[in-house]
T-cell receptor, first 109, second 113 residues
Framework: GQQLNQSPQSMFIQEGEDVSMNCTSS?????WLWYKQDPGEGPVLLIA?????ELTSNGRLTAQFGITRKDSFLNISASIPSDVGIYFC?????????FGKGTRLHILP | NAGVTQTPKFRVLKTGQSMTLLCAQD?????MYWYRQDPGMGLRLIHY???????AKGEVPDGYNVSRLKKQNFLLGLESAAPSQTSVYFC????????????FGPGTRLTVT
């Protein structure tokens, strides 16, 4: 079946650093979505991307829909403690949505 | 507007017992979904529904049944629980047929001993 490869699996960074994570696939998607999940909570949508090449920002978050439609990245600038959590990418195609396995972000004191 | 709610939040079952997880949404969404989340596996779709009275299988449907008798509710049933069904279960809903922008509930943590 369709697979999304999300990397890195986990990151340890200092507060204030920028963060970058990405998702790649062998399949084309029509929509890319980025979610964040806090401990003990359900995922919450951060950014939705609908067009190849689209670059969208939400505060300190920026995400791009790859031009090949097979990848997407998420950047977080100037990380703060509340950015800790698991970030999931998701690709949508043919009324199906596939989730990546997540990137767990840790912020060192 | 409560969004997506799930009951119960936690449950422990013995192997072979049955139970039903309830998901409710007050956003008038057509689509609803049940996922399970296991460590290192991300979210995997169990079943979904594209409208009242309809259900369809997802990626990992075996051992589960669902019903969507009312638009706002989506029930997930385990007829005979197995330890492999120990997981965190998330319900989600979405407005459009495009399956994007899903809104998730807070999850149900199920342990089968």
């Amino acid at each position: 079946g369709q697979q999304l490869n999300q990397s890195p699996q986990s990151m340890f960074i200092q507060e204030g650093e920028d963060v970058s994570m990405n998702c790649t696939s062998s399949s084309i998607f029509n929509t890319w979505l980025w979610y964040k999940q806090d401990p003990g909570e359900g995922p919450v949508l951060l950014i939705a991307l609908y067009k190849a090449g689209e670059l969208t920002s939400n505060g300190r978050l920026t995400a791009q829909f790859g031009i090949t439609r097979k990848d997407s990245f998420l950047n977080i600038s100037a990380s703060i403690p509340s950015d800790v959590g698991i970030y999931f990418c998701a690709g949508q195609r043919d009324d199906k949505i596939i989730f990546g396995k997540g990137t767990r972000l840790h912020i060192l004191p | 507007n409560a969004g997506v709610t799930q009951t119960p939040k936690f449950r422990v079952l013995k192997t072979g017992q049955s139970m039903t997880l309830l998901c409710a949404q007050d956003m008038n969404h057509e689509y609803m979904y049940w996922y399970r989340q296991d460590p290192g596996m991300g979210l995997r779709l169990i079943h979904y529904s594209v409208g009242e009275g309809t259900t369809a299988k997802g990626e990992v449907p075996d051992g589960y049944n669902v019903s969507r008798l009312k638009k706002q509710n989506f029930l997930l049933g385990l007829e005979s629980a197995a330890p492999s069904q120990t997981s965190v279960y998330f319900c989600a809903s979405s407005y459009s047929h495009r399956d994007d922008e899903q809104y998730f509930g807070p999850g149900t943590r199920l342990t089968v001993t």
